[in-house]
Structure formats: structure tokens, C-alpha cells
T-cell receptor, first 110, second 114 residues
């Protein structure tokens, strides 16, 4: 089927730690892939995206690479900050719709 | 600044009431969506619309209906609210083009049904 699976949270890290949040997808064809972020009390906003294999999306120090061979789109950041505390959603396109993973809550300790 | 605006941040309704959640976007987007967000379940699509007066069921349409009379406005209707519809509701919009469909979200409406 068409789905998105991401690692369960919550994830708690210390400031300046390295972050990886895993995401894999199933799909027919080659969907666009997204990471959305939801800060406390807000709606979702797009963090980064990649539209074809081997593309790397990046924004605010976060990166994710579209890996067709492993059907993955893992989110990484080299040095997290307290302000990165939020819920992160991996997502894929499906025609005109977007299918979301279940979300990963990230908490960063000062 | 592009915007998707939901009419309420918080709502409390009684079981059996008819509830209207309103969403307006100012980006001239063709597609509009209603999701509900529950802990551990992520975002689940209730309904979406790809044009005025057009609607398609999402993954969990039961107990809901929608209305799209104007391009900029997409309403979610709970015909008879129940406690299991207590949730965060998120509206989104996107352009029609497929394959690269970035969505823009409203701030959400937290609905409590008592």
C-alpha cells in the first residue's frame, strides 16, 4: 500500500547533539517527500522537501536525502537547539494528497 | 504572507450538536483538506476537495461532511458530534499540480465534545 513509517518518539536530546529521525515510505512510482514541523500550539509548516531520487532537501540546518533504493527520507541535523523542540512529520505525495507519518516528538534539553 | 485561517482555535460542544469548522485560504489554491490529529496516529485525512463543489472522502469520513461553495472556503461539518470526535482539526490547502504538492496549514482547531 501507500504509507509512511517514522520512528516513534518521544526523542530527547541534549543541546548540540546530533539528530536522526528515521522515515521510510511505500509507494508505487516516485512520490515527492516532505518533512513538516509543528511547533507547540501551531499548525504544521513545511521544513524541507525532495521531489526526485538523490535530491537533498535542506532548511534551518536540517537535511534529508531521497533514497530510492532504501525507500527512505531520514531527517538529520548536526547540532540541535532548544528551539528545535517540536513534533516532526514525514510525508509523501499521493496524487493531489499528502500522506503523513504518525509524527515524532523531539525535546531538546539545555 | 500566505495564509490558511481556521475560524476558531478552541471549541467546546455538546454531544449531538451540529458543529461547523470553517477554513479560508488566500492563495487561490484549488485543493483543500481537512485532517484530524490524534496522539500516536499522526494526521488522518477526513475529506478533501480539488475544486469548488467537488469533494472526495479521505481515510476517515464517517460522521463528517464538507462543503465547498467558494474556492477560498472549505467547511467541515460534524452532523451530530460525539465524544470520539474530540480532537485537533487541521485545514490545509495546496495548488492543483500533482507530484510536488506542498500543503499550507492553518493553526488548528481543538474541539472538545462533552
Amino acid at each position: 500500500g501507500n504509507s509512511v513509517t517514522q520512528m516513534e518518539g518521544p526523542v530527547t536530546l541534549s543541546e548540540e547533539a546530533f539528530l536522526t529521525i528515521n522515515c521510510t515510505y511505500t509507494a508505487t512510482g516516485y512520490p515527492s517527500l516532505f518533512w513538516y514541523v509543528q511547533y507547540p500550539g501551531e499548525g504544521l509548516q513545511l521544513l524541507l522537501k525532495a521531489t526526485k531520487a538523490d535530491d537533498k532537501g535542506s532548511n534551518k540546518g536540517f537535511e534529508a536525502t531521497y533514497r530510492k533504493e532504501t525507500t527512505s527520507f531520514h531527517l538529520e541535523k548536526g547540532s540541535v537547539q532548544v528551539s528545535d523542540s517540536a513534533v516532526y512529520f514525514c510525508a509523501r505525495s499521493s496524487a493531489s494528497k499528502i500522506i503523513f507519518g504518525s509524527g515524532t516528538r523531539l525535546s531538546i534539553r539545555p | 504572507d500566505v495564509k490558511v485561517t481556521q475560524s476558531s482555535r478552541y471549541l467546546v460542544k455538546r454531544t449531538g450538536e451540529k458543529v461547523f469548522l470553517e477554513c479560508v485560504q488566500d492563495m487561490d489554491h484549488e485543493n483543500m483538506f481537512w485532517y484530524r490529529q490524534d496522539p500516536g496516529l499522526g494526521l488522518r485525512l477526513i475529506y478533501f476537495s480539488y475544486d469548488v463543489k467537488m469533494k472526495e472522502k479521505g481515510d476517515i469520513p464517517e460522521g463528517y461532511s464538507v462543503s465547498r461553495e467558494k474556492k477560498e472556503r472549505f467547511s467541515l461539518i460534524l452532523e451530530s458530534a460525539s465524544t470520539n470526535q474530540t480532537s485537533m482539526y487541521l485545514c490545509a490547502s495546496s495548488k492543483r499540480e500533482t507530484g510536488n504538492t506542498e500543503a499550507f496549514f492553518g493553526q488548528g482547531t481543538r474541539l472538545t465534545v462533552v
